[in-house]
C-alpha cells in the first residue's frame, strides 16, 4: 500500500511540475537577455564602452593575425582578380564592411567589385544588395585597381572596421540583435530612401522588426514592400541621432519579445509531447 502511495505521489509531483513549466513557457520570463540586462540596457552599455573594448578586441591574437595576413596579401598582390581570390583578403574586407555573411561568395564578389559603378547596366548596379555597390565605390577597383586598397589609411581603417566587427559579433553572442542595433545606428542616416532600406540586409532587418512587419514581405512585389514600410516610417527621420537611438532600442526590445515567443512555442510543444500530447 506504501508503494502505491509513494507512486502516487511522484506522478502528482510529476503533472505539477510539467503543469509549473507550461505555464512558464507560456507566460515567459520578462524578456531578458542571456546576461540577464535587458536589451536596451546592454545597448546602452555597449556604447559607453565601444571605443576601450574595440581598442582591446585589435590586440586579440587572432584579430592581429588575420589583419597581418590581410596586409601582406594586399600589399603583395599582382592584380585585383588574384587580391579578391584571397580567403584571407575576403574574410577581413567582407567582415569589415558588415559583408561577413557573404564570405565564400568569391565569384560573385570578384564581379560584383570589379564592375563599373558609373556604368548603369554593370552587375553592381543591378544586384538588390546595395552592399556591394557601396563596396565597389569605397575602393573602386575597376578603374583605380589596387591603388585605392593599398593606401595606409585605407589599410588601417579597415583593420579598425574589422576589429569592430568582431567586438560587435560578441556583443550579438551575449544579446542577441545587438549588433544590428549598433550597426543601424552607425549606418541609419545614409538611407535617404525606402530602397536603401530594403537593399540593405541589415537595416531591413531592424527596420521590418522594430515596425513588426513579417519576413513574408519579401515575397511581395517591390512596389508593396516600399509602401509597407513608408506607411509606418518617416525616412526623414533617420537623420535625426535621437530618433535613430530610439528606434534601435524599439528593434531591440521587439526582437526579445520575438525570440521569446519562438522559444515559448518550442518549449510548450516540447512539455506538451511529455505531458502526453494534451495541453489545457
Do not use: C
Not at 537577455?33 to 556604447?47: E, N
Not at 531591413?204 to 509597407?228: C, D, N, W, Y
Request: avoid cysteine.
Amino acid at each position: 500500500m506504501s508503494g502505491s502511495l509513494g507512486s502516487l505521489s511522484s506522478l502528482l509531483s510529476t503533472m505539477s511540475s510539467t503543469s509549473d513549466a507550461l505555464l512558464n513557457a507560456i507566460y515567459g520570463h520578462g524578456g531578458t537577455t542571456p546576461t540577464g540586462q535587458s536589451a536596451v540596457a546592454a545597448l546602452a552599455s555597449a556604447q559607453r564602452n565601444e571605443t576601450v573594448e574595440i581598442t582591446a578586441t585589435a590586440q586579440q591574437p587572432s584579430v592581429k593575425r588575420a589583419v597581418a595576413a590581410f596586409t601582406a596579401a594586399v600589399k603583395g598582390a599582382t592584380s585585383v582578380k588574384q587580391l579578391l581570390a584571397n580567403p584571407s583578403v575576403m574574410n577581413v574586407l567582407l567582415t569589415a564592411n558588415g559583408m561577413s555573411d557573404q564570405i565564400g561568395y568569391t565569384a560573385l564578389a570578384t564581379a560584383a567589385l570589379t564592375s563599373n559603378v558609373k556604368d548603369p547596366a554593370s552587375l553592381v548596379n543591378k544586384l538588390t544588395d546595395t552592399r556591394w555597390k557601396t563596396l565597389a565605390s569605397t575602393y573602386n577597383f575597376a578603374t583605380s585597381g589596387l591603388s585605392g586598397i593599398r593606401q595606409p589609411k585605407a589599410i588601417a581603417a579597415i583593420a579598425q572596421a574589422y576589429a569592430q566587427t568582431v567586438w560587435e559579433q560578441k556583443q550579438d553572442n551575449q544579446t542577441p540583435g545587438l549588433a544590428n542595433a549598433l550597426t543601424f545606428i552607425a549606418q541609419a542616416s545614409s538611407a535617404k530612401s525606402v530602397d536603401a532600406i530594403l537593399g540593405n540586409p541589415t537595416l531591413r532587418t531592424v527596420v521590418t522588426t522594430a515596425l513588426g512587419i513579417p519576413k513574408q514581405i519579401a515575397f511581395q512585389p517591390l512596389g508593396a514592400q516600399e509602401k509597407s514600410i513608408s506607411s509606418r516610417l518617416d525616412i526623414t527621420r533617420l537623420q535625426d541621432p535621437k530618433f535613430v537611438q530610439s528606434f534601435a532600442q524599439r528593434y531591440l526590445i521587439a526582437n526579445a519579445q520575438n525570440q521569446a515567443s519562438a522559444s515559448n512555442t518550442t518549449d510548450i510543444a516540447t512539455l506538451a509531447v511529455k505531458a502526453g500530447g494534451i495541453v489545457v
